[in-house]
């Protein structure tokens, strides 16, 4: 099919867009999950070169000694130390320019081969405002943890992630239409999925966002203890469905969202709500007469939901070891990405 398709170099353009946003994710993942992201304390191209000489470094870790973070958390860090947080915090800003690069090229490029249909042409200036925006969210993200606190926030870090979902979304979605442009239609009675689709899809991104604060809630100025480090039991909160922690605060809405106890609880609880709509739509497709690529999408939904409870509950028990939890965000990307195809293959076609 993209053999023969008139857009396979904006296809091709596109689909490595998707996947530097995917890796621009996982190193993002890295980089907190070393507590390296508030290393780099400035905002310029200059990072485009990183420092090479000792003088260079010196003036980075001088400029990284009075951010709160030293401060009060790593007062006593070597330069030796220092080095590695820079390393992860400077990767994860190169990538996010050299995407900045790609989609800028590419887009003048086959601007001036006048291969940019009025449609499509809208649609990237869309990518680029999203794209434009994930950077300023980026560095409101890093500034949160340079005033007063030595931690990013963790609203702060929910909406940077879910930008960058916001931009893939967009990327995936327009390169599916290019992709897709003669592809067999869904059947009539497929489309009744499609308001269960949705709904899981809101469900999704809740979760997603709460596996963001469980990732980088903090309590207290040199806390290091966050809700994924806590109550490392499962099923059960340390011999309890519902840990006394949870309800500590006063206040529905402080318990859900300022209280370490209650954010782990929302987001192991709404693991088994995915699970349930998972296995909701698996039963309600079975029913029904798919085309190809719908099946395939809710095939990879069944497997995808599968290993990604398993690496939820393993990065639980194991306190969130690096390797699990790249591997537990790399799933819920899968799964993001893997419901925006079954949303393009159940959409709405004008007949």
């Not at 070393?34 to 990183?50: A, E, K, Q, Y």
């Not at 069944?302 to 290993?307: A, D, F, P, Q």
Request: with cysteine.
């Amino acid at each position: 099919m993209l053999k023969s398709n008139p857009n396979k170099s904006i296809i091709l353009w596109l689909l490595s867009g998707c996947f530097l946003v995917y890796v621009m994710v996982v190193v993002g993942c890295l980089t907190r999950l070393t507590h390296s992201g508030l290393s780099i304390t400035d905002w310029n191209f200059s990072l485009f070169v990183p420092p090479l000489s000792d003088a260079a470094w010196q003036d980075r870790f001088a400029q990284y000694q009075t951010s709160p973070e030293f401060k009060l958390v790593n007062y006593d860090m070597i330069l030796e130390q220092f080095k590695p947080i820079f390393w992860w915090e400077y990767i994860h800003r190169t990538i996010g320019m050299f995407i900045g690069v790609v989609f800028a090229l590419g887009y003048f490029y086959f601007l001036i081969k006048k291969k940019l249909t009025p449609n499509l042409h809208k649609r990237l200036l869309i990518l680029v405002g999203v794209g434009a925006l994930q950077g300023v969210i980026g560095w409101w993200m890093v500034k949160s943890g340079l005033s007063k606190e030595p931690a990013v926030g963790h609203y702060e870090l929910a909406t940077h992630l879910m930008s960058a979902f916001m931009v893939f979304a967009f990327t995936f979605w327009f390169t599916l239409e290019l992709i897709n442009d003669q592809e067999e239609k869904p059947e009539v009675s497929t489309t009744k999925i499609r308001p269960l689709l949705l709904s899981f899809f809101v469900v999704l991104i809740l979760q997603i966002i709460y596996g963001a604060f469980t990732a980088g809630y903090t309590e207290g100025n040199s806390s290091k203890v966050r809700p994924g480090h806590m109550f490392n039991s499962w099923p059960k909160m340390d011999g309890k469905w519902v840990a006394d922690q949870v309800t500590m605060k006063e206040g529905f809405f402080a318990n859900i969202f300022e209280n370490p106890a209650g954010i782990q609880f929302v987001h192991r609880t709404m693991a088994f709500l995915v699970v349930a709509f998972v296995a909701f739509i698996w039963i309600k497709t079975n029913k029904m007469k798919l085309n190809k690529s719908q099946y395939r999408g809710v095939t990879f939904l069944i497997y995808g939901i599968t290993i990604q409870f398993m690496l939820g509950v393993y990065t639980l028990l194991y306190q969130v070891p690096i390797l699990l939890g790249t591997l537990h965000q790399t799933g819920a990307f899968f799964l993001f990405a893997t419901t925006i195809y079954l949303l393009f293959h159940f959409r709405k076609v004008k007949s």
